[in-house]
């Protein structure tokens, strides 16, 4: 396990916390989402009022998609929490708190949205042809239920859990270690993106995410400028 | 029957709203899942069209409760030692995730296309009533599904894991049984899912009063 390298600062000078990551943290932090990218770049497109004839012809990969989408959902909270684990602070701490709902809320968002819809469209193309609009009524009204929609109640949970983990993350990144300021910026871009996630803006999201994991396991990596009055305390 | 040993100095005493938490929320949860109204697997059309508002606030309540429950099993795991401890924190999450997505399909969406069988014109219910039976006996999602069991093994897993991690560290035998007997859960409509919950609350009880009566150098450490 890792822990931070600290420093101190014998004139009170207050030095961030450092970060050590093991080889198969950062292999995780970066393939999670790059998986996840390049899964979503299959991602059926589709009218959202004409659900059913959007998904109908494209029943296996809508099914593939989202069934892979439920693993790394999960999957992308723990990333996040791998790479914030050490870090210390109230920021921190809300962003750790916040991936459990992001998890569970927008997984659950995903099963009804993503894999239910799929299966009822695969059910609907099985009946006669004269039962099919009823079919394609029944999958849109469940499409537009306010449970289950885009902007539901399930799906908006699980969306603000995840900004407020990344955009949390970002302001405990920025306050509590010495990451570049891009680090930041691009967890709290990503976090936008990520939540909408078809392409190009799941895809890029990750992608995002991903480059500012690497600039921040680099930055921690980096030797220290030596400051006058700064030593490393001892371990 | 073999003594129980005290607790060591990692194994803290739960504090009085974590305790609350721990017992409160699974009887809750019994006490919501007593609502559970009871289906036809070969008609859940007609087993649910008059109870369509108690089967989707029961299964909305549920999908709180699996995260809430996932929380509570890993509060009493974090901070035992050894193999079996660990495996139960590992298999909390796929639990979670995966009996959640499961219950979202079969409760959630289940609720929400009987609703809107029982608004469509009477010559169109059949169309939608089959539907909803394909969903159930669904390969990825249904009843006996592969998610279902994923989220079932897992339940099985983290609970039998945890009972074994807390006889390990020598918690009395009723704990672990009763540990053990909360993995019924996992057939959640009554009587079964509230039992199984009453064991579990019944297992905090009983870890809660080994941890307390610590010995007097633990007390001391606290």
């Known amino acids: 396990m890792s822990t931070p390298s600290t420093l101190t600062a014998s004139d009170d ?25 390049i899964l979503l770049l299959f991602h059926p497109g589709g009218e959202a009022d004409r659900m059913y004839d959007a998904v109908r012809n494209d ?17 992308l909270a723990a990333a996040v929490w791998v790479l914030l684990r050490d870090v210390e602070g109230t920021a921190a701490r809300v962003s750790r708190i916040a991936l459990v709902p992001f998890a569970l809320f927008y997984t659950i968002w995903e099963a009804l949205q993503g894999i239910a819809t799929g299966i009822l469209v695969y059910n609907v193309n099985q009946l006669p042809a004269a039962e099919r609009a009823t079919g394609a009524d029944l999958v849109q009204d469940f499409g537009m239920n306010i449970l289950a929609r885009d902007l539901g109640i399930i799906g908006s949970i699980g969306s603000v859990s995840f900004l407020v983990a990344m955009i949390a993350g970002a302001i405990a990144v920025r306050r509590h270690t010495d990451a570049p ?18 392409p190009p803006f799941g895809p890029t999201g990750l992608v995002l995410f991903v480059v500012a994991a690497i600039l921040f396991v680099r930055s921690q990596a980096e030797p220290r400028i030596a400051t006058p009055g700064v030593q490393p305390a001892a371990a | 029957m073999i003594a129980s040993a005290a607790p060591t100095a990692e194994q803290r ?47 909305v309540g549920t999908l709180v409760f699996i995260g809430l429950i996932g929380v509570a099993l890993y509060r009493l795991v974090r901070d035992l030692p050894g193999r079996a401890a660990r495996i139960s924190r590992i298999a909390i999450p796929v639990f979670v995730v995966f009996y959640g997505a499961w219950e979202t399909v079969i409760g959630l969406a289940t609720g929400a296309l009987v609703q809107h069988a029982n608004d469509v014109p009477a010559e169109d219910r059949a169309a939608v009533s089959e539907t909803i039976q394909s969903l159930q006996e669904n390969l990825i999602v249904g009843e006996m599904s592969v998610t279902a069991v994923v989220g079932a093994l897992a339940w099985l897993t983290a609970t039998i894991a945890a009972a074994v991690a807390y006889r390990g560290v020598g918690a009395p035998v009723m704990a672990t049984i009763l540990l053990g007997l909360s993995l019924i859960v996992i057939s959640h409509p009554p009587p079964i899912g509230p039992v199984g919950l009453l064991c579990f609350a019944g297992a905090v009880v009983v870890i809660a009063r080994w941890r307390q009566n610590a010995s007097p150098e633990y007390q001391r450490e606290e």
Do not use: K
């Open chain 1, 13 to 37: 000078i207050e030095v961030p916390a450092r970060r050590t990551f093991t080889p198969g943290e950062v292999a995780f932090m970066i393939a999670v989402p790059l998986l996840w990218a």
């Open chain 1, 59 to 75: 029943v296996t990969p809508w099914l593939a998609v989202h069934l892979g989408t439920m693993i790394f959902i999960p999957l």
């Open chain 1, 181 to 198: 300021l891009a680090v930041p910026i691009l967890l709290g871009i990503a976090g936008f993106l990520i939540t909408a996630h078809p």
């Open chain 2, 13 to 59: 005493v739960f504090s009085v709203a974590e305790l609350a938490f721990l017992i409160g929320m699974p009887i809750a949860w019994g006490v919501l899942l007593w609502f559970h109204p009871a289906t036809d697997p070969d008609d859940i059309y007609g087993g649910l069209r008059d109870e369509v508002v108690t089967y989707q606030i029961v299964h």
